[in-house]
């Protein structure tokens, strides 16, 4: 099942999410969004890991589920690292604009930056010398 296909009361819960600290509904959701995209990107993952991320999408306990998702990766004939990674860095990205981040982000951050850094693209020239 897609990341994206959960259950009703987890995408109710996921809506009325708020992290301490931020003002934002938005940055929240969109932080749930980035893990989606890492999920689906994972190119499957264990009924067990996918109940314990939607546990900690429906409490509010992002920092737990975006460590979890860190130290997973996506598996080697499914999943889509450069997507994996991105999505993951965004994240953390946004949860480190949070009022006094939890350090292990800041780690964790940093691993997705290392991980993701050989699966980008590098943009082709926008003109010719002639």
């Known amino acids: 099942m897609p990341a994206h296909r959960l259950p009703a ?7 009325s999410l708020r992290i301490p600290g931020w003002g934002s509904d938005l940055a929240e959701l969109a932080v749930v969004d980035l893990f989606l995209t890492a999920m689906d990107a994972m190119g499957g ?3 067990g890991h ?9 409490t509010g306990n992002l920092t737990a589920a975006y460590l979890s998702l860190v130290f997973a990766r996506p598996l080697p004939r499914t999943g ?5 990674w991105t999505a ?3 994240a953390g990205e946004l949860l480190t604009t949070a009022p006094n ?4 982000i800041r780690h964790a951050l940093t691993h997705c930056r290392t ?3 050989p699966h980008q ?7 010719h010398a002639g």
Do not use: M, N, V
């Open 80 to 84: 889509d690292p450069a997507t994996y």
């Open 45 to 47: 993952i264990r009924a």
């Open 115 to 117: 991980e993701a850094a």
């Open 9 to 15: 009361k987890a995408r109710s819960a996921i809506a």
């Open 88 to 90: 993951l860095t965004t």
């Open 50 to 58: 996918r109940h314990g991320l939607q546990r900690w999408f429906t």
């Open 121 to 127: 693209k590098s943009a082709p020239p926008t003109s």
């Open 101 to 104: 981040p939890d350090t292990r």
